[in-house]
């Protein structure tokens, strides 16, 4: 079993991880064989992105030897809960954290039981992405059995993962003039597994008529800042014309709902003729955004599942259909009588 799984560390941590020269995140490529590495320091930015990329077992002793190298080389501006013990902060897609918390926190519990480890769920995606922060606190060896267990529920249920916000520490810096935020960063989930370039999937029909019947494929959605000023944030989902319906409900009732709930503004924006996808802004405090976005994007999800299965149930009922119609004219082609024999021949008469 393979994964990719992120983590969010402070530029002092990514140092750490990186070792003078490189070193120590060369051992930890040498140690265990993965792919790892840490995304490039940007200014006046204190997080940075930590990856690793190969077998699962090979990615939890990759964590354990990254908190290794942090319990060695602690921050000194920063107070330590426990000498022996380090944090580790992965992200993990919102529709995955379910699947790690199992019914009634069976799931989170019998993982904390088994490694020795607290571990934490935020409750909110970090900003413009769809990712959650999941923090495993413990000692080494309790953070490898950590990881190891939820990279097991992971890949276990990939599948449930459509397309992926992922989150990008530049976003504290992206918002440009006039506050349009500059850069996206949604990433499809494409079948079998991994993830395409960024973008929205393309497939779907210019022409107003064939919007509706349009098959999809993914994303359900893309996010991005408006605007990020104190006490109130403005995000503008994207969304693909054939889910619309799903966000506003029967007269209205789902976002209606939501605005109550949230006391977010939340608008749907006109679109053109031929347009592929409707604009969603939510306003309002930071928190009460998350959260709508939040619900937003598991209704989407939600959505896009239902009709994903749909087109399955119908492809798999035409293919169907088509087999039964072939055997049935092999089967009228076999019973058909065959060309008639010709005439025996006349005896020739004795001679005389």
């Known amino acids: 079993m393979t994964l990719s799984l992120r983590a969010l560390v402070t530029t002092k941590e990514a140092g750490v991880i990186i070792g003078k020269a490189g070193k120590n995140i060369q051992e930890i490529r040498y140690i265990t064989g993965v792919r790892a590495g840490v995304s490039t320091a940007i200014q006046g930015v204190e997080e940075r992105i930590f990856t690793v990329d190969g077998r699962l077992d090979s990615v939890a002793k990759a964590y354990s030897l990254m908190a290794q190298f942090l319990l ?12 022996d013990c380090a944090t580790v902060r992965l992200l993990v897609a919102h529709q995955l954290v379910g699947s790690v918390i199992g019914k009634g926190g069976a799931k ?7 490694s020795g480890a607290k571990i934490v769920v935020s409750k909110d995606m970090l900003p413009s992405s769809t990712e959650r922060v999941i923090e495993v606190f413990g000692l080494v060896d309790s953070i490898q059995i950590a990881v190891f267990h939820i990279g097991e529920c992971l890949i276990n249920d990939m599948e449930r993962v459509n397309s992926a916000s992922l989150y990008d520490p530049r976003i504290r810096l992206n918002v440009g003039a006039g506050g349009v935020f500059q850069g996206r960063f949604d990433v499809p989930r494409m079948p079998g ?11 779907m029909s210019a022409h107003a008529d ?7 494929t993914g994303p359900p959605y893309r996010v991005s800042i408006v605007s990020d000023a104190p006490g109130e944030q403005t995000v503008l989902m994207a969304v693909p014309f054939q889910l619309v319906g799903c966000i506003i409900g029967k007269g209205g009732a789902f976002i209606g709902n939501l605005r109550r709930q949230t006391g977010c503004r939340i608008r749907i924006e006109n679109s053109e003729s031929n347009a592929k996808e409707r604009h969603v802004t939510i306003t309002g405090p930071h928190d009460s955004v998350q959260s709508a976005q939040m619900r937003l994007a598991q209704q989407l999800d939600g959505e896009f599942e239902r009709r994903l299965e749909r087109q399955r149930e119908e492809e798999a009922a035409a293919a169907q259909a088509a087999a039964q119609a072939a055997q049935a ?11 008639a024999a010709p005439p025996a021949a006349a005896p020739q008469e004795a001679a005389n």
């Open 193 to 203: 597994g991994g993830y395409a370039a960024s973008g929205l999937v393309g497939g």
């Open 329 to 339: 004219a092999q089967a009228a082609a076999q019973a058909a009588p065959g060309p």
């Open 108 to 114: 989170i519990r019998d993982i904390q039981e088994a």
């Open 72 to 83: 060695a080389n602690p921050n000194p501006q920063q107070e330590m809960i426990h000498p």
């Open 210 to 216: 064939d919007r509706a019947a349009t098959p999809l």
